[in-house]
């Protein structure tokens, strides 16, 4: 059967971007323009299509990425809309995972935003080329170059303007084609459908030429053959500069950046022609390398054709009120047709395709077909999990998995009736299953249904979906942060477990030695037992004793993090010695040697970013100190002050009403993971005490 469209024609595109960027609103134009919705939803109004989820339209957040495909100039384009806000950074990571291209979206007044670096730095980690897209150019203090500079200077970005504004503010008016070196306008009477191309006024025109110099100049640099025309003729043509910047873009060289105010309908269309000029397609990308091949022999790779075995990967996995299990699927390589067996190398199991469906948001369209560089929803794969590779069952392949950040705070959650029990387990394992950074489980001590997740807001929206989709009612406890103990200084020493009480006894002697390690590396175990001390069959359950005792560690009954153990010796006995024995003696000496370790508390530590009216800058930076906060910088930014700071999660409960009421609903924040740091040596002691009171500690 052949394509519907030719590979090179598509498109697989993310929009990412700091909160309030404008992402939806963008997203909502390009629809719009390209034909896919004959009607423009506002954010504001709740009436976005890719904001289909109720809470999202309530809060004019988006919370999950929505995936459609668009059409643009015999192009086809998959569009993948991210959320900004860092509770929900998930779904930003497994979008660019599978991503070829992204579209950064700037504010023109607001900039390099704390999200706008993490998003940047997750796509560099995938290597995903980009454009650069600067919406809200008709708001007050807008400023196209300075966001242009500090994308270089921030970002470590080539940033290349492709077109110039033609004013700011209320007086932004549209933008030059530096390409076309054209006066770009948009009537305001059709919502911007038609774009009036007209010569450069002459007052813009020795701007235009000034940054059009600049762009001939960046092309230039990154081909010699044109640097040489250039050098002789001081000009490129149109399509050699659109050749030379598409390859610079693939290339990770240059960052193409536009500008317009997506709400006010101008400069989108210029947009959706750089994703296609500029943005690789999959035939642009090397093959898929396997990360360690299913069947354990040399690596294997997939070019990006039709003509492959399948390969895909699982990048997103959700729960339909009327279709059940949904899976997302990017094919690498091959065809993929309804009915088709394929192997899940990843899970080692078979499975078979039920039904396959291009996604329009939360709207299907089935097909029977889909090939390579498609991202399409599949029914009928229960098994299958977030990040999973499904392939051909003749040649099976693993590829790469999507890595997700630890969750960092937790809360209690209980039934409010005893009927609702089973079924709130059943609907948070399945909300579980959607959602990589969202751990359910349950404390054997207080019988209390743990969840865990990225923030406050990322809880609360679960615990809201859990009574909106599920009908379940459960009443929530205090939220819990996910402190972490960890060893200070190197110690080592040894335990003898002996037992013997008639019959066969318990034997098991071992020498260890525990060192600290860097924050964030986990842990570590090592044998140097030589000549037999311990037999080999023994050292796993040295392991597993070591790993039981720091699910609770020894000092203050939290997991134990950052540290390598070595067992360098020991002894066994031929009878009594067994897989418990050395279990139990791995797990006394570990608590032994931790309590001698100097340990230590460590907690999650937010950056914090404010923006506020300069009126309650003193009030606002007394709220972060009182909350153990560092200030750690700040800056002006029009009428209003960004204080950058660092704070401790723990003290950072219901900050968002202390700031809302000391700024008079004027000032906003936004707070992300950073690392972990040492708890003070008082508040130490406090918790302790605390888990000693609560049982925690044995």
């Known amino acids: 059967m052949a394509r519907r469209i030719a590979l090179t024609h598509v498109r697989n595109v993310g929009i990412m971007a700091h909160i309030d960027a404008g992402k939806t609103t963008v997203s909502e134009r390009l629809l719009f323009y390209s034909g896919k919705t004959h009607k423009v939803g506002e954010v504001h109004d709740g009436a976005a299509t890719m904001d289909w989820m109720v809470q999202e339209r309530e809060r004019g957040i988006t919370i999950t990425s929505a995936a459609t495909t668009l059409p643009w100039k015999e192009h086809e384009i998959t569009l993948i809309d991210t959320p900004g806000h860092v509770d929900f950074t998930a779904e930003v990571e497994r979008s660019l995972r599978v991503l070829d291209g992204a579209v950064a979206l700037f504010c023109a007044v607001g900039g390099v935003q704390p999200q706008s670096e993490k998003v940047w730095k997750q796509s560099e980690k995938y290597g995903v080329p980009k454009i650069a897209f600067i919406n809200k150019m008709d708001r007050t203090g807008a400023d196209f170059f300075g966001v242009v500079k500090k994308i270089q200077d921030i970002l470590g970005a080539n940033a290349v303007p492709v077109v110039v504004p ?31 191309e007209t010569e450069i006024p002459p007052e813009l025109r020795a701007k235009a030429k000034k940054w059009r110099a600049n762009l001939v100049e960046k092309c230039a640099e990154q081909d010699d053959v044109l640097l040489e025309k250039f050098l002789n003729t001081g000009d490129l043509t149109e399509s050699e500069m659109r050749g030379i910047i598409r390859k610079a873009t693939i290339a ?23 994703i296609v000029y500029f943005l690789p397609s999959p035939d642009d990308l090397p093959p898929v390398v396997s990360a360690g091949s299913a069947e354990d022999d040399a690596p294997s790779q997939r070019a990006p054709s039709d003509d492959e075995p399948m390969s895909a990967i699982a990048f997103k996995v959700m729960s339909d009120k009327h279709m059940g299990k949904l899976t997302y699927l990017r094919i690498y390589s091959g065809r993929l047709r309804t009915g088709d067996a394929v192997y899940n190398s990843t899970q080692q199991t078979d499975a078979r395709i039920g039904r396959l469906m291009r996604m329009h948001a939360n709207r299907q369209e089935g097909i029977e077909e889909a090939a390579t560089g498609d991202i399409v929803a599949v029914v009928g794969l229960a098994k299958t999990h977030t990040g999973d590779t499904l392939c051909s069952p003749e040649k099976p392949i693993l590829l790469e998995a999507i890595e997700f950040p630890t969750p960092v705070m937790s809360i209690s959650v209980k039934p409010e009736s005893r009927l609702d029990g089973e079924k709130a387990l059943a609907s948070l394992h399945r909300l579980a299953e959607e959602d990589p950074t969202f751990f359910v489980k349950l404390d054997p001590e207080t019988k209390e249904t743990i969840i865990s997740g990225m923030g406050e807001l990322h809880l609360e929206i679960l615990v809201d979906r859990l009574l909106r989709e599920f009908d379940v009612k459960v009443a929530v406890g205090r939220p819990e942060v996910a402190f972490r103990e960890t060893a200070t200084v190197t110690v080592e020493g040894q335990y003898k477990h002996v037992k013997q009480s008639g019959g066969r006894g318990q034997y098991a002697h071992v020498w260890l030695r525990l060192e600290p390690m860097e924050t964030g590396t986990g842990f570590e175990f090592v044998s140097e037992v030589k000549g037999g001390r311990i037999p080999t069959e023994y050292i796993p359950s040295v392991e597993k004793g070591i790993i039981r005792c720091m699910d609770k560690g020894p000092f203050a009954g939290y997991p134990v993090v950052d540290v390598r153990v070595v067992v360098f010796d020991g002894s066994y006995h031929e009878v009594d010695s067994s897989d418990m024995a050395f279990q139990e003696a791995g797990r ?4 032994e040697l931790f309590l001698k370790a100097h340990p230590e508390i460590t907690e999650p530590v937010m950056s914090l970013e404010v923006t506020t009216p300069e009126d309650f800058v003193g009030g606002i930076t007394g709220t972060i100190c009182q909350r153990r906060g560092r200030i750690e910088a700040m800056e ?17 409960f219901g900050y968002s009403n202390v700031i809302r009421t000391i700024s008079q609903g004027r000032a906003a924040y936004v707070m992300h993971f950073e690392r972990y740091e040492a708890v003070p040596y008082s508040l130490a002691e406090e918790l302790v005490k605390k888990r000693r009171e609560l049982g925690k500690i044995h």
Not at 169 to 174: I, M
């Open 166 to 196: 033609i004013g700011k503010e209320d007086q932004f008016k549209g933008i030059i084609d530096l390409l076309t070196m054209k006066a770009v306008t948009y009537p305001d009477d059709d919502q911007g459908q038609t774009c009036l």
């Open 252 to 274: 990770h060289k240059v960052i193409p950046v536009y500008c317009g105010s997506a709400f006010k309908n101008k400069g989108v269309q210029r947009l959706l022609d750089g």
């Open 588 to 591: 006394a000496c570990f608590r």
């Open 636 to 652: 002006p930014q029009g009428n209003y002050r960004i204080i950058r700071a660092m704070a401790p999660l723990s003290e950072m």
